[in-house]
């Protein structure tokens, strides 16, 4: 999982026997033009195939950055159904209040979910990143998870048929050799329903689309697409056990790349 690789930052395509569990810190628009309390959706889910849902139990953190700044928003959390399209899930939603110019970045640090088909639980630490006005204020710093992915491109305007380029961390180090995890939400979900909506595409053959980091944690993928992209290293964090079971602590970035007018 974390073996050093000589090659440079490589993106590829795996087939691995099961669909990607992603968790979602979800609003539709990336960029604000005025301040005010930004809805989000926190749900746990199978994004590109638009597949099951899992329930989530209580975040164990919930915060946003800006400007170096930490704040608390599990005050703004509440309990929700999630409708995906085969089943209904524990959800939550919250609110992301917007003041003033500048990058916002929002991490979660869900409940480990156990995963009884492989007898696992399953974290994955989570950022997502809102920007309003248009003005650099952090986006490319990490904000200090047990593991996270620190964008190299800014996450909130990625020109689709570009590429993103992110670094993975564990304990602030970066890790070489880890499977990165890539998922397209292809059917985003309905604020008012918090239902998904109709996929737009369908997953790739050949099972998940995957990149490995180089000896320096970095990875890199062309975005083909404009919308929200998704990326999980899976089991780089450094927890490995929770209630007597094996745990993958994951480290997930949602960016958003938009087509050229």
């Keep these: 999982m974390k073996r050093l690789l000589a090659s440079a930052a490589v993106t590829a395509l795996f087939a691995l026997p099961a669909q990607a569990h992603f968790q979602l810190v979800y609003a539709p628009e990336a960029n604000l033009d005025r301040p005010g309390d930004v809805p989000l959706l926190l749900a746990f889910w199978h994004p590109f195939e638009n597949g099951h849902a899992m329930d989530m139990g209580q975040p164990l953190e919930f915060f946003s950055v800006f400007k170096g700044e930490k704040t608390d928003l599990t005050g703004s959390l509440t309990p929700a159904t ?53 003005i650099p204020t952090g986006w490319d710093k990490p904000v200090g998870l047990p593991t996270e992915i620190v964008p ?19 304990e602030g180090e970066p890790v070489a050799g880890a499977e990165i995890e890539i998922e397209y939400l292809a059917a985003a979900p309905d604020m008012d329903s918090l239902a998904a909506g109709d996929a737009t595409v369908a997953p790739m053959a050949g099972g998940a689309v995957v990149a490995i980091t ?33 745990l993958s602590q994951d480290a997930v970035i949602w960016v958003t790349a938009y087509e050229m007018d």
């Design 214 to 246: 180089d000896e320096d944690g970095l990875f890199t993928f062309g975005i083909p697409k404009a919308g929200q992209w998704g990326f999980a290293a899976l089991g780089v964090g450094p927890a490995t056990e929770h209630d007597g079971k094996e």
């Design 152 to 170: 190299l491109n800014k996450p909130t305007n990625i020109i689709a048929g570009s590429s993103f380029t992110g670094q993975l961390l564990s």
């Design 82 to 134: 999630f409708k995906g399209a085969d089943n209904e899930a524990a959800a939550f939603t919250a609110t992301l209040p917007v003041k003033r110019n500048g990058d916002y970045i929002v991490a979660l640090t869900p409940a480990p979910y156990y995963e009884g088909s492989e007898d696992i639980y399953i974290q994955q630490i989570t950022k997502v990143y809102f920007n309003k006005g248009g």
